[in-house]
């Protein structure tokens, strides 16, 4: 398979985990915006965020809580986001949430 999130997944492509469960996988992005950024991607192959059902998206959303009670944001606040198509600036065709924190956006 050709998507490089699926690549991470399968762990074929290094990546830094900060958090995992059994749908769901956080990691670090390579080319951050903010100090905190990290991607939250379903370990299951879903082309865009309209694609995810109710308990994929669930998962994600918990999973992001997590991700940024770690990462020291919780109180602070942080974004959470989604690119959804080409227009919005999406370049990988995975699901992905991105949770941007660590300074005033």
Same mark, same amino acid.
């Given at each position: 398979?050709?998507?490089?999130?699926?690549?991470?997944?399968?762990?074929?492509?290094?990546?830094?985990?900060?958090?995992?469960?059994?749908?769901?996988?956080?990691?670090?992005?390579?080319?951050?915006?903010?100090?905190?950024?990290?991607?939250?991607?379903?370990?299951?192959?879903?082309?865009?965020?309209?694609?995810?059902?109710?308990?994929?998206?669930?998962?994600?959303?918990?999973?992001?809580? +997590? *991700?940024?009670? $770690?990462?020291?944001?919780?109180?602070? !606040?942080? &974004? /959470?986001?989604?690119?959804?198509?080409?227009?919005?600036?999406? +370049? *990988?065709?995975? $699901?992905?949430?991105?949770?941007?924190? !660590?300074? &005033? /956006?």
């Amino acid at each position: 398979m050709s998507c490089l999130f699926c690549r991470i997944v399968d762990g074929e492509i290094p990546a830094t985990i900060v958090h995992e469960t059994k749908t769901t996988l956080a990691f670090r992005d390579i080319h951050p915006k903010a100090p905190v950024h990290v991607l939250l991607i379903p370990r299951e192959h879903v082309p865009n965020a309209v694609d995810l059902n109710g308990d994929q998206l669930g998962d994600l959303f918990a999973a992001a809580k +997590e *991700v940024a009670e $770690a990462e020291g944001v919780a109180e602070s !606040g942080y &974004r /959470l986001l989604f690119n959804t198509g080409p227009d919005s600036g999406q +370049e *990988v065709f995975h $699901a992905h949430l991105h949770v941007l924190g !660590g300074r &005033r /956006l």
